[in-house]
């Protein structure tokens, strides 16, 4: 039996509806997966869809960006999918590059869009 998957969910404040949204397109895969997430994010999620196996972490600002990425160094983490907003301002930018290049320099398959995270997840489902 193939372990399940590893996945983090994070989104930012604009993004976070679409996020929500894409879990509820996805969930009967998504309950087959281990799943973090950033916390307003993940406590979203879980409103929406209660039956996914789903932690939620600190706020990103707070210090859940880095848990992700603690968890990305630590082999803990198969895929990130983080529905980015290019046009606001984040005041802990410096968290997110950080978490970004943690996944690029170990190699964790990285959505940072729908479009992207539709196809991450198509791949997986059908193996």
Do not use: W
Not at 33 to 42: D, E, N, R
Not at 52 to 78: H, M, V
């Amino acid at each position: 039996m193939t372990p399940a998957l590893r996945l983090a969910l994070i989104a930012h404040d604009e993004k976070k509806d679409d996020l929500v949204a894409f879990a509820g397109d996805h969930v009967d895969f998504l309950m087959t997966c281990h799943i973090v997430a950033t916390g307003t994010t993940g406590q979203r999620i879980l409103a929406a869809c209660p039956n996914l196996n789903l932690t939620p972490l600190k706020s990103g600002p707070l210090g859940g960006d880095q848990q992700i990425g603690a968890l990305i160094s630590e082999g803990k983490i198969d895929l990130l999918i983080f529905f980015v907003d290019p046009l606001t301002p984040m005041p802990h930018d410096v968290d997110v590059k950080a978490l970004m290049r943690l996944a690029i320099v170990y190699d964790i398959p990285m959505a940072l869009n729908r479009a992207t995270a539709e196809i991450m997840l198509e791949n997986q489902e059908n193996g």
